[in-house]
């Protein structure tokens, strides 16, 4: 069963804009990371925030969690045209079982 | 940052012949390898979950012997899909973790699989 819900599922910005793109999750959480994939490639790990962590940044990135709402929002601060691309969360269980289990996704496009 | 690559990028094949996809890191060793499909404008579903040395583990509803696994060493998982036909056409992407950060996953560039 889906684990990771993003919305919105599209979202288009102008370029300088900030994008927010949310993630809910149902269980229970070791971590919840966030990935992007270019149209027809692999995806590229962005950023993990682990299940005691409220905030983190990465450069243009910052992620928030809030385990009492089984969320995360994800912040592209200053958007940029090659910003432009799929973003998944994807969420990593507790126990033993390593395997992540990702969202939808959702569409970011940014106008130049 | 550690390298996954995936070969080939595209393939187009007849109904009912079998198809080999390769998954490699190159730079470090992978016991462990997944294996994901992805349909247009869709989310990744786990296919199977490829162990050196031993038998890929499969997802519920993934049929084993249409989607062989074979993991024969520490660097190298090979999907192949037996007897393909239209609806086996999707997007196929391994992954892999390193053994330093087992929580993050590298991944292969995808396979684009048209079945005619």
Redesign the interface.
Known sequence: S?QGEEDPQALSIQEGENATMNCSYKTSI??L?W?RQNS??????LI?IRSNEREKHSGRLRVTLDTSKKSSSLLITASRAADTASY?C?T?PTGAN????????I?LSVRP | GAV?S?HPSRVICKSGTSVKIECRSLDFQAT?M?WYRQFP????M?MA?SNEGSKATYEQGVEKDKFLINHASLTLSTLTVTSAHPEDSS?Y?C?A?TGVD?????????T?LSVL
């Open positions: 889906q070791n971590n990371q990935y027809g490639r692999g995806l590229v790990h993990l998944f994807a990593g390593s395997k992540l289990t990702f969202g939808k996704g569409t | 996954v995936q462990t997944f404008k869709k989310s990744l786990l979950t997007f992407i992954s973790h087992n929580e993050k996953l590298f991944f292969g560039s995808g684009q």
